[in-house]
């Protein structure tokens, strides 16, 4: 897996291995594609970066047939819950998002309103889950996504009118250096910067997710199928 050649002994033996530069090394510009039409059959996703002071960052993502993530348009900016919920309203064009999730941050009570961000979202039809904040496992979900290997189409694709998306995957860095008593060591930690957008959709690539057409409806299973034999259905 090519998003693990720098990560192969931590991956396999939990070793810690220096790192530094790119954080998503997989992304290229084969990952960049033209718009799309967003058709009925692209189960929608969002995900959910909040901040108080900081613009929030949304991806909207498309999952297809072949299950492929297509990050087809975004949201970076700051504003009231109000004024993002209806900026969201109007990007979905009617749709319902399959999946929402939202940085726990959104947990949190705000003092002016007495809610947290994921309660004051529930009136505009967006429930959130909580996200897995995971960071090492998410930049290695979404650097496989991005590169498959051996000549695989990539599953990860973000469209070129999405520029602050495709800015933040090309200037994602690690933090360079950190004290440690008297040595230097390499950090661990990614650079917290100009970033909201690639925490989101880490928080969405971290949901296992397979493809279900958006009109999918499981059919219960009704008691009168109780096997009158065994007990099962």
């Given at each position: 897996?090519?998003?693990?050649?720098?990560?192969?002994?931590?991956?396999?033996?939990?070793?810690?291995?220096?790192?530094?530069?790119?954080?998503?090394?997989?992304?290229?510009?084969?990952?960049?594609?033209?718009?799309?039409?967003?058709?009925?059959?692209?189960?929608?996703?969002?995900?959910?970066?909040?901040?108080?002071?900081?613009?929030?960052?949304?991806?909207?993502?498309?999952?297809?047939?072949?299950?492929?993530?297509?990050?087809?348009?975004?949201?970076?900016?700051?504003?009231?819950?109000?004024?993002?919920?209806?900026?969201?309203?109007?990007?979905?064009?009617?749709?319902?998002?399959?999946?929402?999730?939202m940085d726990t941050s959104g947990n949190v009570v705000q003092a002016t309103s007495g809610k947290s961000y994921k309660e004051m979202l529930m009136p505009y039809g967006l429930y959130c889950q909580d996200a897995d904040k995971r960071v090492s496992e998410g930049i290695l979900e979404v650097n496989s996504l991005l590169d498959l290997g051996k000549d695989k189409k990539p599953r990860l694709f973000i469209t070129r009118n999405c520029v602050n998306t495709i800015r933040q995957f090309r200037h994602c860095i690690y933090e360079d250096w950190v004290r440690n008593r008297n040595q230097r060591d390499p950090k661990e930690r990614i650079l917290k910067r100009d970033d909201h957008l690639l925490d989101a959709i880490r928080y969405v690539c971290m949901i296992p997710l397979v493809y279900r057409s958006p009109g999918f409806r499981a059919t219960p299973r009704a008691p009168d199928r109780v096997s009158k034999v065994t007990g099962y259905y």
């Open positions: 897996n090519p998003a693990m050649r720098d990560n192969i002994e931590a991956a396999l033996y939990g070793e810690f291995i220096p790192k530094s530069g790119l954080v998503f090394k997989s992304f290229s510009d084969k990952n960049v594609i033209d718009p799309i039409r967003v058709e009925n059959d692209h189960m929608i996703l969002l995900g959910i970066d909040p901040h108080d002071r900081n613009p929030w960052g949304i991806p909207f993502i498309a999952l297809n047939r072949e299950n492929e993530y297509i990050i087809y348009d975004e949201i970076l900016q700051a504003g009231t819950v109000p004024e993002l919920a209806e900026e969201i309203k109007k990007k979905l064009k009617g749709r319902i998002p399959q999946l929402c999730v």
